[in-house]
């Protein structure tokens, strides 16, 4: 991107991006595709999320800039995407601990049960496609968005990397529009703004967000399973929290140190 081009109008380029997606899902989750009216809010939410990098993308084309390398879409070796897996398992058992004490002072509030709803679809085709909006498509989009696009001009702007995944970081925070969650989603934010910096890639951050939103996900949906094997006395078992806490160490320690020029 061209360093002319003013950091504010980055983040408007962002912001316009994320609100463009929210009114055309909106749009899109009133149409009657004809059956069941509740299938009109998957649909909207899945193709929704196709466009949130249509306008960064349109932006990069029309300054003739390659987007695969404006938008850190670069390779990276298996073991760092193994790595990055791991580190995600541990970050799930962790933040999970976290929301339970976290809840355990700040109850969760009773309009939030309306989103767990829409996370429990009753047909078959409502339920693939929230499987792919949260588990495939948001992951891979959003990283493209904050990670790819506006924490890599950041960097190169400002010649401060802290700086820059700290502030990404808070704005991808804050466009989730989810007040109760936003400190576990901004530090969420910095770890996935981490591995984008030290890989020069999205492709870790990538797997990361997809296992995180596919665990969330299955947890949501196999409430029953959890209450009987992964819970004990209303914690995370004490034996996968051990085994989160050594995958995540294990993890990031591999990452850390793999050598990756930054």
Request: hydrophobic share 55%.
């Amino acid at each position: 991107m061209k360093q002319n081009r003013s950091t504010w109008q980055i983040f408007l380029v962002v912001l316009f991006s994320v609100l463009s997606a929210l009114i055309i899902g909106t749009a899109l989750s009133s149409i009657d595709y004809g059956g069941n009216p509740s299938i009109s809010t998957y649909i909207g939410m899945f193709l929704a999320q196709f466009f949130i990098v249509v306008p960064v993308i349109l932006l990069l084309k029309r300054n003739n800039l390659n987007i695969a390398k404006s938008l850190r879409i670069n390779r990276v070796s298996k073991k760092i995407l193994l790595y990055s897996f791991i580190l995600s398992i541990g970050a799930v058992v962790i933040s999970d601990e976290i929301n339970i004490l976290f809840e355990m002072i700040i109850p969760l509030p009773e309009s939030f049960s309306q989103l767990e709803n829409i996370l429990r679809p009753d047909e078959l085709i409502s339920f693939v496609l929230l499987s792919l909006t949260i588990v495939i498509i948001a992951p891979i989009g959003e990283e493209l968005l904050f990670r790819g696009f506006l924490q890599h001009y950041l960097e190169n702007t400002w010649k401060d990397v802290t700086r820059a995944i700290l502030v990404s970081s808070l704005f991808f925070a804050f466009i989730h529009f989810n007040p109760y969650w936003i400190i576990q989603i901004y530090l969420l934010g910095i770890l996935l703004g981490y591995l984008a910096w030290k890989t020069q890639s999205v492709l870790p951050s990538i797997i990361f967000h997809i296992c995180i939103n596919g665990t969330s996900l299955f947890l949501t949906t196999f409430d029953d399973f959890v209450e009987r094997v992964i819970l004990w006395n209303g914690h995370i078992h004490p034996i996968i929290i051990l085994f989160g806490i050594v995958a995540f160490s294990f993890g990031f320690k591999n990452i850390h140190t793999s050598g990756v020029k930054v």
